[in-house]
């Protein structure tokens, strides 16, 4: 039962314009989301996070959008560059002290100069 | 620099033949983590330390061991492996357990491991 998912498998866009990543889950009791980005032969790196108290968090390019009503969870890059190009993860998780991260199935996204 | 470092980077081996992957973070993080990244699944947790000598099952743990004799290692043990481990292996720190204190935590760069 995959808790946290994207739909996407895929996502192709032009250099300048907005890339707009989705992530649903189905746990109501994840309190902390995160994005990782993902480049081939690399570890996922950190991009960007909100907690459930928050509805957007903002930093540079990217901006994540939180929707708890709908258990919905956006990232929006803007402009997006060639180097955006890689596999993003969302990833979720409760307040509680195992510390895991549920990670989604992963969007590849390919930014076209 | 600070990181997370992972050995063997690719591995191929047979079938029962016990192996071990390394982990070894320089940031003083109390928690460590092993994750495996298959196709159409995502990441997941295997195992998961919360500090020395403290470790626990994550959701997969079926196949696998770990040790946590020290701070910054976090070795995987593989007793027998079978071709159904064949995987991307993902070892990861942070100070806290992710999401309490809203801590990130920081990957490796992966081991791609084949059983054959």
């Known amino acids: 039962d995959q808790q946290v998912k994207q739909n996407s498998p895929s996502l192709s866009v032009q250099e300048g314009r907005i890339s707009i990543l989705n992530c649903d889950y189905t746990?109501?009791?994840?309190?902390?989301f995160l994005w990782y980005k993902k480049y081939p032969a690399e570890g996922p790196t950190f991009l960007i996070s909100?907690?459930?108290?928050?509805d957007k968090n903002e930093d540079g390019r990217f901006t994540v959008f939180l929707n708890k009503s709908a258990k919905h969870l956006s990232l929006h890059i803007v402009p997006s560059q060639p180097g955006d190009s890689a596999v993003y993860f969302c990833?979720?998780?409760?307040?509680?002290?195992?510390?895991?991260?549920?990670f989604g199935q992963g969007t590849t996204l390919q930014v076209k100069p | 620099e600070a990181q997370v470092t992972q050995n063997p980077r690719y591995l191929i081996t047979v079938t029962g033949k016990k192996l071990t992957v390394t982990c070894s973070q320089n940031?003083?993080?109390?928690?460590m983590s092993w994750y495996r990244q298959d196709p159409g699944l995502g990441l997941r947790q295997i195992y998961y330390?919360?500090?020395?000598?403290?470790?626990d099952k994550g959701d997969v743990p079926e196949g696998y061991k770990v040790s946590r004799k020290e701070k910054r290692n976090f070795p995987l043990i593989l007793e027998s492996p079978s071709p159904n481990q064949t995987s991307l292996y993902f070892c990861?720190?942070?100070?806290?357990?992710?999401?309490?204190?809203?801590?990130?935590?920081?990957f490796g760069q992966g081991t791609r491991l084949t059983v054959v």
């Open positions: 990861a720190s942070s100070f806290n357990p992710p999401g309490q204190g809203y801590t990130e935590a920081f």
């Open positions: 746990n109501s009791m994840f309190d902390y």
């Open positions: 909100i907690s459930s108290i928050k």
């Open positions: 990833a979720a998780s409760e307040a509680s002290n195992t510390g895991k991260l549920i």
């Open positions: 940031m003083n993080h109390e928690y």
């Open positions: 330390s919360m500090n020395v000598e403290v470790t």
